[in-house]
């Protein structure tokens, strides 16, 4: 095949950004057969991403290994966070030395950028090729809102000393569509002149550099925050919601042979009677929490899924397996977007990340929500006080008590039925975003009518 164009994506391979960006390519390929797409990523990360076949139906994206930083020859026994700095502190040369080698192996220029928009250079290298640069933010609008403001935030409590009788008033007047946030929600990122870890310093660079780019891309829709839409689109050149790509691009179930927790979901008689419970790839609670949700599932006797990897199965109470082995299931890992569709489930118990939070959505399940941290703890008040699909753990973490009480809040209260009719409803808002005429689709339009674009010589 002739490809008309070539479209370099930079991927930032930690934790669930580059899946989603891989997603949003896998649909721009499709909709753009002649358009030649070159994935850059790390190793360790594309090993994740491209098993099982995953780019068998697509003869336009080409896959390339981009050094992660890390000492080369030996296995990397550091933390997440430090595998973090190393890329970091290797980018954006790492990304530039491979970019010119594919452009010789195919042929073609890089005719767009299109990156994570933590890979703030982004713009520079875009800019040195004379392209386009699109950022793909892979979290919630209400989290890029908050960063977005991080100059007068930092001005507003510098200046006041803000304390906590004024936090929401501070937020309510700098940001428009967080009236219900706290100054402690927000990503502590954004405090960068307090903890200047390369994540930190990289996100301000981001700021600063978004509204250079010719289009910020986002898997949501614009009709979950109507008011930070508007004000977002005021920041950038365009301003493209075009999710949830669950509902816009589902892609096939993986096999669910490794587990069988479909099947034990399958063998559950009573409709939305389970709760499951996921915190993601990167963190996993402290003992402490473990036992205290432990001791909650026991008490509440609600049948459970509970997705734990092995290491973390270990920490868990003396006994707990055994008196629990037939009211829940334990398992390494879930296909995490089927589970929530399953009737059987009735609340997700989860961290908070932006990808589970938009899957809860599509299926129409409440959450219970226990931040960590990044934009979680934001994503956790819009949960509970603005969306109202939800409900945050009293004090923040799994106590016994309030695990207990978050749960029978969701499952047990009228309190309940309200948030399951609240995301319902929000379910209904993304289907019609991504039908022909809504706002996910025209989006998804405009960007590909960005990177199709005829470039100037």
Known sequence: MVFQSHIGVLAFPFGTHAAPLLTVVQRLATSSPHTLFSFFNSAVSNSTLFNNGVLDS??????????????????????????VGLFLKASPGNFDK????????????????????????????AEKRGVPWLAFWTSAQCALSA???THEILKAVGSNGVGETAEEE????????????HLSDLPPEIFFDKNPNPLAITINKMVL?????????????EEIDPIITTDLKSKFHHFLNIGPSILSSPTPPPPDDKTGCLAWLDSQTRPKSVVYISFGTVITPPENELAALSEALETCNYPFLWSLND??????????????????????????????????????????GWNSILESICSGVPLICRPFFGDQKLNSRMVEDSWKIGV???????SKTATVEA???????????????????????????????????????????????????
């Open 392 to 398: 945050r753990l009293e004090g923040g973490v799994l």
């Open 170 to 181: 501070l937020i309510q007047s700098l940001i428009p569509g967080l009236e219900m946030a």
């Open 209 to 221: 550099k978004l509204p250079k780019s010719t289009a910020v891309i986002l898997n949501s829709f």
């Open 98 to 125: 491979v970019i010119d080698e594919a452009e010789v192996e195919t042929g073609l220029k890089i005719s767009c950028l299109i990156t994570d928009a933590f890979l703030w250079f982004g713009y520079d290298l």
């Open 58 to 83: 697509y003869d336009n994206i080409r896959v390339y290994h981009v050094w992660d930083g890390t000492p080369q020859g030996q296995a990397f026994t550091g933390s997440h966070f430090e595998a």
């Open 407 to 457: 749960l029978g809040r969701v499952m047990m209260s009228e309190e309940g039925e309200i948030i399951r009719e609240n995301v319902n409803e929000m379910n209904e808002k993304a289907k019609i975003a991504v039908e022909p005429k809504g706002s996910s689709f025209k989006n998804f339009n405009k960007l590909l009518e960005i990177i199709n674009a005829p470039q100037s010589s």
């Open 147 to 149: 960063h977005m403001y």
């Open 311 to 352: 290491r973390a199965k270990k920490s868990l109470p003396t006994g707990f397996l055994d008196r629990t082995k037939e009211l829940g299931m334990i398992v390494p890992w879930a296909p995490q977007p089927r589970v929530l569709a399953h009737r059987s489930v009735g609340v997700f118990v989860t961290h908070c």
